[in-house]
Structures are given as structure tokens and as C-alpha cells.
Nanobody, 123 residues
């Protein structure tokens, strides 16, 4: 069974930092593009940052200069370092990945999501 599991969320004061992790496990052949999304109450889910297999990154304008996305392919883990947090960063943060996996039917490519981790920034 393929899983993406986020961790590292929590409650932090404005100006503080958190580091989120997203660990992939299961019968994975290859991990391609990975993204962090977030969803605040009453709002649509939005892309926060993305990273491809070569390490190229992209960020939402609202987090540029404050958040850094990285990945460790040997650990099958993606990270999101969040600094200078603001109350408007409060949301459930989800990781997603484009994976090539092995099944009884052979190789399958698909997009997978984690269950999310809550980040709350108090003012």
C-alpha cells in the first residue's frame, strides 16, 4: 500500500517557524513531482510550493522568501521549512506526489495525497 504521511504541524506564534515533512512509503519505483498544498477554513485548496525530481522549485507569491521546499530522494521525503509565519498561513497542509508504483498488474503512474497536517499561527 502506498502512503504519503505528513508530520510537523502544530501551533506557533506569528513570526515563528515550523518544518513539515512528507514521507512516502510502499511499492514505489520513482517519485516525480511533489507539491505542498494548503486549505484554510472556508477557502479553496491552494498550491504552496512544488519541487520536481531534479530539484527545481516553485512557490506561491504569498510564501516566497519565507518558505523553502526541499526533498531527500534517498529517504523518499519532502520538507517544507516555514519561517516568519503569519496568521494567514493557518491551514491544513497537504503533500501530494506523482508516483510510479508496482502493483500486481505492473507499473502504474498516479497522483497521491497525504491526510494533511494542521498548522495554526496565533497573532
Amino acid at each position: 500500500q502506498v502512503q504519503l504521511v505528513e508530520s510537523g504541524g502544530g501551533l506557533v506564534q506569528a513570526g515563528g517557524s515550523l518544518r513539515l515533512s512528507c514521507a512516502a512509503s510502499g511499492s514505489i519505483i520513482n517519485i516525480n513531482h511533489m507539491d505542498w498544498y494548503r486549505q484554510a477554513p472556508g477557502k479553496q485548496r491552494e498550491l504552496v510550493a512544488g519541487i520536481n525530481s531534479g530539484g527545481s522549485t516553485n512557490y506561491a507569491d504569498s510564501v516566497k522568501g519565507r518558505f523553502t521546499i526541499t526533498r531527500d530522494n534517498t529517504k523518499r521525503t519532502m520538507y517544507l521549512q516555514m519561517n516568519s509565519l503569519k496568521p494567514e498561513d493557518t491551514a491544513v497542509y497537504f503533500c501530494t506526489a506523482d508516483l510510479a508504483i508496482v502493483t500486481t498488474s505492473g507499473r502504474i503512474n498516479g497522483n497521491y495525497w497525504g491526510q494533511g497536517t494542521q498548522v495554526t499561527v496565533s497573532s
